[in-house]
């Protein structure tokens, strides 16, 4: 089977999936409704009692009249389930190989590998305490002697039980991680002041004695991001001008909650897109959607590399002392 021939497998096993679970609710919902509504009157007016009461009581078999579309709907399912992950897969090398090599030198792609939760955790930028994690679609390379890791990552808390279960989901979206030449010793954080869950008091954002918010010189940026920072001469010494115009830059074009964090050697930057990377819309054409993943890509890629070059990675200031 091609891949054009999966998607459209797809695309009709998803479309069949509706459809049968349109009828199941329908047999629980719709049908016991329809049948009072018409029972009741023949009732009351005084027709035919037989057909009324046979309306009522069919109404008792209604699990017995899903039987067949229940199992359709899990064999659909099961058929998604098993070649879901192959077309999409191979879309997405398809998709992201020929962009990767415009980019990158020397990349390198796994749809299983990941970041850890350890290293999430590290940044301090959202609750430790998440119980669900998973990161894959990891991506590897290098630009301008920059060395770049990029995976998706999923954090979320669920706690409690029935009425009581609650669900917090902290992040969803893509992860950066961009290699410096030195190690940085503020462990300074940009925190996007719309992400909700990074800018709780209780989030663990603020993890040194002696963390504080360092006001920045350019007015639009503190009002979109917070810093923290207990060096402020780093935070000055990183932050230039260009640097706060292209992350400024970066959160207008992405439309997406951004948080950025130097650790180590390393400068993080956290987009939010609540989806996995290259996520599939099997409702629009092949042709349709795949240029709209090239494009979603490509232009993450392009913000990326302008943030490397916004800070001049490979220059004297970033070479190891």
Known sequence: MTPEEMRISISKSKRRQKIYIGIILFMFTGFP?????????????GFNASIATFLLRITQFVPFFVIVP??????????????????????????????????????RYSDSKGFTKGFIDSLGVYPNNANIFRSNDKIEGSYNNVYIER????????????????????????????????????????????????????????YKINDRYVEMEN???????????YDQNEVFYLLTPRVMETMLQMKKQLNKQVNFCFIDNKLVICIK???????????????????????????????????????DLDSDMFQSK
């Open 219 to 229: 007015e639009e940026f503190n009002k979109r991001f917070k810093v923290i920072s």
């Open 70 to 107: 229940g199992f359709l709907v899990v064999k659909e399912y099961r058929f998604c389930k098993k070649i879901q992950p192959e077309y999409e897969n191979s879309l997405k090398r398809t998709i992201a190989f020929p962009i990767l090599n415009k980019y990158l030198y020397n990349y």
């Open 273 to 311: 897109t609540n989806t996995d990377s290259l996520s599939i819309n099997y409702n629009k054409s092949s042709a349709e959607d795949n240029a709209r993943l090239e494009a979603e890509l490509e232009n993450e890629m392009q913000l990326i590399l302008q943030l490397v070059d916004a800070f």
């Open 33 to 45: 409704l329809i049948s009072k509504v018409i029972a009741i009157p023949l009732y009351t007016m």
């Open 151 to 206: 995976a998706d990552a999923y954090l979320k808390y669920e706690t409690g039980s029935g009425k009581n279960k609650r669900v917090y989901k902290y992040f969803e979206g893509q992860v950066y991680s961009l290699e410096f030449n030195k190690n940085f010793l503020s462990g300074a954080r940009i925190i996007d002041k719309s992400d909700m869950y990074a800018k709780h008091e209780n989030s663990s954002i603020v």
